[in-house]
């Protein structure tokens, strides 16, 4: 998942609901005050039974906004009653007020992640000719192939108007 730049992503993200079998939305924010040097941290899945719709999802979002400095991003799965938090620091009071809400929620578990935005963000340019040059062997037999098929349309539209002329 990229990390997005944004002011405020879970009081930003509170208004907006997910519509059953649509994708989770996840709000993000890359703040410099709290991204490791290594990029490093930690993601924590909780489950959440009575989150059914837009409501509850709504409450849950809610929840988190007095936790938005402690986390770096979030994500609401409607469809599976999911939720991803990414933080650094220990999060045991986002667990408790999600407990609060009455709605079943159970912390799964907190596991490890990294993600190394630097090589996602950058691409070395000799990897960008040769994936060119790939896509232009890749391409080049079918331009070959659907050439020669419309020179051969043509030439059998020629003929039939032969045909037909004489």
Aim: charged residues 20%; contains cysteine; aromatic residues 6%.
């Amino acid at each position: 998942m990229a990390l997005e730049q944004q002011h405020n992503p879970i009081r930003d993200k509170t208004a907006q609901v997910t519509r059953p079998g649509a994708n989770p939305r996840c709000a993000s924010a890359s703040r410099p005050d709290q991204t490791a040097v290594d990029g490093s941290m930690w993601v924590s899945y909780y489950h959440i039974p009575d989150m059914h719709g837009a409501v509850q999802e709504q409450r849950v979002r809610q929840a988190l906004i007095p936790f938005s400095e402690l986390l770096i991003e979030h994500c609401i799965d409607l469809d599976a009653r999911h939720l991803a938090l990414y933080h650094q620091a220990p999060i045991d009071s986002v667990t408790v007020a999600l407990q609060r809400l009455n709605l079943g929620a159970s912390l799964q578990q907190t596991m490890p992640h990294y993600e190394p935005v630097e090589l996602a963000t950058a691409q070395k340019p000799s990897q960008t000719r040769e994936q060119g040059s790939a896509e232009k062997k890749a391409v080049h037999p079918i331009w070959r192939f659907l050439s020669q098929l419309v020179a051969r349309v043509r030439q059998w539209l020629k003929d039939l108007q032969k045909q037909q002329g004489r």
